[in-house]
């Protein structure tokens, strides 16, 4: 079980508050503390397309990790983010 | 590369640390340490609205209460560059020889058989 294959590699990464993240795997540690490189966080809605914010390079706290899953560069590059409409992720609530 | 790694190489880098309320933090990193408990120095921060700003000199921040911190995009070559450097002084360091690998060359020398 590690990160280690995803390394240098794009991957989506979402957090604890719903933020959808892309960018390139350049470090983890122990704690899935994450470095990312090249992010862009893809913001998500309902009745507009897919707005994609240049963010630069990232350093996330494992803590806030909830998921981090490889890119299919074929598909993504493929797909119109404009024409994708979608609820954005809410966050997490605890309690 | 481990993220501790590109944190300690930050030091004396503006950064933006956001925090999990949502509270944002803009200033020069100090020094941080394991926990990545940091002090930042010269700090806008900003209510999680984003509306309403403080200016503080000095401030210190508790590494849990962060979500992410973004830095600046050359530090991720710099360190790279460090890391590949310090590897090759390494190499060199250690025996630094050049030829075929450990060990003598096979046969040949008959002067050992007498």
Redesign the interface.
Known sequence: MSLQGYTDRRVLLV?Q?GRAIVGVL????QKS???L?DCKERVYSADEGVEEIP???????G??VCLIGEIDEAIDSSADLSTIRAEPIPPIRYG | MLPLSLLTAAQNKPMLVELKNGETLNGLLINCDNFMNITLREVYQTNPDGDRFWKLKECYIRGSTIKYLRVPDNLLDAVKDEQNRTRDANRSSRGGHTGPGRGAPRGGNFLHTI
């Open positions: 957090l508050d350049v470090g983890f540690d503390n994450i470095v490189s963010l630069g390079l990232y350093l996330v706290k803590e806030m």
